[in-house]
């Protein structure tokens, strides 16, 4: 049966005063056990099949150590790899190395498993914390990651096929659906603007192609030579493409092909909902990605909520022999003569494995878990092109079911009145009513709403509680109107239950710094080149063939590992500050990526040394081409 971490455990670490301004009480009541409390949504969700999956639990850390999980000092065990982190890049990652036979340690420092596509209940309402449209999640295909992901530790979700990705109302009157059936909302685009319905066929087309070269792959680390040139040597044509359009943006494309203005901010509004930024700085292979799935292996929601997911990962790499552990906050990745060997908790805790991978942002990562005098000189380059994305104001809502008429779609994205304020703090509205695809969510006769809108940190520095308190309310109220007023009339007097986050609330219970969504490119970026993989791979020149040949000879004779190419041996990234960026299902590749390159170096896949100094001295290299 499904339940939360014990409640007593929970109290017990809650911080009394709790600086979000969720009044304590309720934010324990809301993880008790609600077996007793949903009766009727139990037995909706028994018969749409959640509880027919394996049984999958949060574990506890008591569980996590009955099933095996030692500290060093009481068992002196060394792990193959520590996460920090258990956001789906974090458990993509362990679970792929758990499959593979090594022993994993997730360290997670809240109390349930999933980070940003975690979950929590108020009343009898199980709210998604972050997005609800899943790509991925298909079973056709190979770029089903997410489906794949879970098979790996045994596990199969049942899902519910959403029959509209998004619903756009965008400004002058502009309404359009995406349908799951790619020709009707091809039809639909046209018939807004007929006289582009060759540059429309010309633009999508070519985001089939690179979708379709995807496709074709199987996905393992890019990072890994073996694998990457068997891709070439068996798929020459589909990896020359993503090698072709990997420095490009989908906005470029676009322009190709289209002249309307207001076509072109259509498609701005596509990518942004993605990216969180406009179309001109979105990696046309990422734009590939999600705007051809969508229609291929369509959107798909997990019956009984998105935070599924997490927790059957964390089941299934339980039953795969490793382990996780909550309320486990990582303040220091251990370093030996520039290696990371092992991890220091906040109560002093430490753990030791061959390799470290953090889950946690770049920015936390280097600015806060690893004490070094420098920051890498990868790390610099990233930063100098990436910055921190905004984060969310984010309002979690249930409302009584007659607000909302008949036929209301799942997702919608609202821009009224001016195509300027697409990436303006506040200025679009982001909108999930996951009810209408699995009314188990919420108690019988309502709906929930989940709206975010992009909103920065700075926003909401230097203010007292009240203030706070304060300002959180009058902001939540104006975008409720602006609800109202474009979709739902009478909306807010049909509210039982509001709760809202901001910026700080992100930062405190995701641990991900200033709250942010995830990296974004600081100009236009070269597409893809510039996101680095899970290594963290010195940059220097591929032509600096005298330090590598030295490096080889050094390998040879004093078997000085290769990866001492590394900034930080042994250490490795996974989440969307890593390639290719934001995203569930873009992490869930990062997530086995890394997996890959780690069990690579870990002597459970295959490897060549040689290759893999020259391929991660080449990528290295390109990054810093961005
Ligand atoms: N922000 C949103 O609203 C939202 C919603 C849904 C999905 N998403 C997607 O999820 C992606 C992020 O996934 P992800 O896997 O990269 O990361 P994540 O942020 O979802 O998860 C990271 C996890 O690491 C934990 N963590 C961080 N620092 C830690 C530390 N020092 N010690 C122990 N635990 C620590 C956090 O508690 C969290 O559970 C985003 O890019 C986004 O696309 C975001
Ligand atoms: C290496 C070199 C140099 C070269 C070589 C070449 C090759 C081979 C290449 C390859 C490549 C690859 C494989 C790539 C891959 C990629 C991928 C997979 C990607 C993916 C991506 C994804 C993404 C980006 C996704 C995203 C998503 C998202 C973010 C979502 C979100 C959502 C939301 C927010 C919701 C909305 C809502 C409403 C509207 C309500």
Not at 111 to 118: D, E, L
Not at 195 to 206: A, P, R, S
Not at 574 to 582: K, T
Not at 594 to 606: F, M, Q, S, T
């Amino acid at each position: 049966m499904l339940r939360l971490a014990p409640p007593l455990l929970v109290a017990a670490t809650c911080p009394a005063v709790n600086t979000d301004g969720f009044p304590l009480r309720r934010r324990i009541l809301a993880l008790l056990p609600l077996a007793s409390r949903r009766s009727s949504s139990r037995a909706l969700r028994s018969a749409s099949g959640i509880l027919r999956m394996p049984p999958v639990a949060v574990l506890s850390p008591e569980r996590a150590i009955q099933r095996g999980a030692s500290e060093k000092g009481e068992a002196g065990e060394e792990y193959d790899a520590i996460v920090i982190g258990s956001g789906i890049g974090g458990l993509v990652a362990a679970t792929q190395l758990a499959a593979k036979g090594a022993r994993v340690l997730v360290l997670e420092k809240y109390v349930i498993p999933g980070g940003s596509s975690g979950y929590y209940e108020r009343d009898e309402f199980t709210f998604d914390v972050g997005s609800s449209v899943m790509f991925g999640f298909s079973d056709k295909g190979n770029l089903n990651l997410i489906t794949r992901a879970l098979a790996a530790v045994g596990h199969k979700m049942q899902v519910i096929p959403d029959p509209t990705t998004v619903h756009f109302h965008l400004p002058g009157e502009l309404s359009v659906r995406v349908h799951r059936e790619y020709n009707d909302f091809i039809e639909e685009l046209i018939s807004k603007f007929p006289h582009e319905k060759v540059g429309i066929n010309k633009f999508y087309d070519e985001c089939w192609k690179i979708f379709n070269a995807l496709n074709s792959l199987e996905l393992k680390s890019l990072e890994e030579p073996i694998y990457l040139f068997g891709q070439f040597f068996k798929k020459p044509v589909e990896c020359l493409t993503l090698a072709y359009y990997l420095p490009q943006n989908a906005g470029d494309i676009a322009r190709k092909y289209i002249k309307d203005s207001q076509l072109l901010s259509f498609i701005d509004a596509e990518c942004f909902i993605v990216s969180t930024v406009n179309a001109l700085q979105t990696p046309m292979i990422n734009a590939s990605m999600v705007l051809c799935d969508r229609h291929f292996g369509g959107i798909n929601y997990p019956v009984g909520g998105v935070g599924g997911i997490a927790r059957a990962l964390a089941d299934g790499l339980v039953t795969k022999g490793s382990n996780i552990l909550y309320k486990a906050n990582v303040t220091n990745i251990i370093l030996k003569d520039g290696k990371a060997v092992g991890v220091r908790l906040s109560d002093g805790r430490e753990f030791f494995a061959t390799t470290v991978i953090s889950n946690a942002t770049r920015w936390d990562t280097f600015g806060k878990l690893v004490k070094t005098d420098e920051i890498p000189e990868e790390e610099k380059n990233f930063q100098r092109v990436y910055v921190k994305a905004p984060s969310f104001l984010s309002i979690h809502m249930g409302v009584k079911a007659t607000v909302l008429p008949p036929e209301t779609d799942c997702h919608h994205f609202i821009l009224e009145d001016d195509w300027a304020n697409l990436e303006r703090p506040y200025g679009s509205i982001f909108l999930s009513i996951p009810t209408v695809l699995d009314s188990s969510l919420a108690p019988e006769g309502h709906h929930i709403l989940h709206i975010f809108t992009t909103s920065s940190m700075d926003d909401w520095k230097g203010l007292n509680s009240k203030d706070y308190e304060k300002k959180k309310e009058l902001v939540a109220d104006e975008i409720i109107s602006r609800l109202e007023n474009k979709l739902f009339p009478g909306l807010k007097n049909s509210i039982v239950l509001k709760e809202v986050g901001t910026p700080k609330t992100h930062r405190r219970f995701l641990a991900r710094d200033s709250g942010t969504y995830g990296p974004m490119p600081r100009h236009i970026p070269k597409g893809l080149l510039g996101m680095p993989f899970n290594t963290t791979v010195c940059e220097k020149s591929p032509f600096d063939i005298f330090r590598l040949v030295i490096l080889l000879i050094e390998y040879r004779f004093a078997k000085v590992r290769v990866l001492d190419l590394q900034a930080i041996d042994g250490l490795y990234c996974v989440g969307d500050s890593c390639f290719p960026g934001q995203g569930v299902i873009a992490v869930a590749f990062s997530g086995i990526m890394c997996a890959h390159r780690v069990a690579a170096d870990i002597g459970l896949e295959k490897r060549s040394p040689v290759l893999d100094a020259a391929l991660l001295r080449l990528l290295g290299w390109l990054r810093t081409l961005a």
